[in-house]
């Protein structure tokens, strides 16, 4: 057992000597797709913390895992066909998600291009739709009616260029790959937001 331990401790030292932590913020402009009404995207915000474990390294490459908590939103505005007539209106989720991301840093220049790839899981914790003075609660039951799930799973996927001081800059998109509205209501939308911002590693 005292083994077990001295190597659990072990691991846990690599681990963080071979690690960063990464925060991230920056816009979103949202879309869901599948849905009957007109829509266009509208800007909103999103933001994550990250730790990075470094898994292999060489001259001029590095690979990591990164796993992270985070918050973003969804928003669109909204030719609404479905809930308020043909009223131009808007909509507005917020959704907190725990990404888990592949990326492959190659050196270049004064810092490294960064490229993503992985999952991720949402859970939506808030939503409206307002249109013609009507405001409709998306993530919960609002008048016997309910438009979204909470939970959402999907693809992450980015580039980015991280300059050795740690500053950075990413664009980078999210495509949600299951079914967020509610199929009872005969409904069908998938998420879907690109994001551009800045990052800081430390």
């Not at 991230?24 to 599948?34: D, I, M, S, V």
């Not at 050196?107 to 859970?123: H, K, N, P, W």
């Amino acid at each position: 057992m005292k083994k077990l331990f001295l190597s659990l401790v072990m691991v846990m030292a690599v681990m963080s000597a071979s690690a960063q932590f990464r925060l991230e913020a920056g816009l979103t402009l949202g879309a869901y797709t599948k849905m009957s009404s007109e829509m266009s995207p509208k800007a909103g915000f999103y933001a994550n913390a990250l730790y990075d474990i470094k898994v292999t390294e060489s001259a001029s490459t590095a690979e990591y895992i990164e796993v992270g908590v985070g918050f973003y939103q969804n928003n669109v505005d909204v030719k609404s066909q479905l809930y308020v007539g043909s009223k131009i209106g808007d909509a507005t989720t917020n959704w907190l998600n725990v990404p888990v991301v592949s990326r492959t840093s190659i050196r270049a220049g004064i810092g490294t291009f960064d490229v993503c790839l992985g999952f991720y899981y949402a859970y939506g914790i808030s939503g409206k739709i307002n249109a013609d003075n009507v405001s409709l609660d998306v993530m919960k039951e609002d008048n016997g009616y309910r438009i979204f799930n909470s939970h959402d799973f999907g693809l992450v996927y980015g580039l980015g260029y991280t300059f050795d001081f740690g500053l950075g800059i990413q664009v980078g998109s999210q495509r949600g790959i299951v079914n967020i509205a509610n199929g009872d209501a005969g409904l069908s939308a998938r998420s879907r937001i690109w994001k551009v911002g800045a990052c800081y590693f430390f």
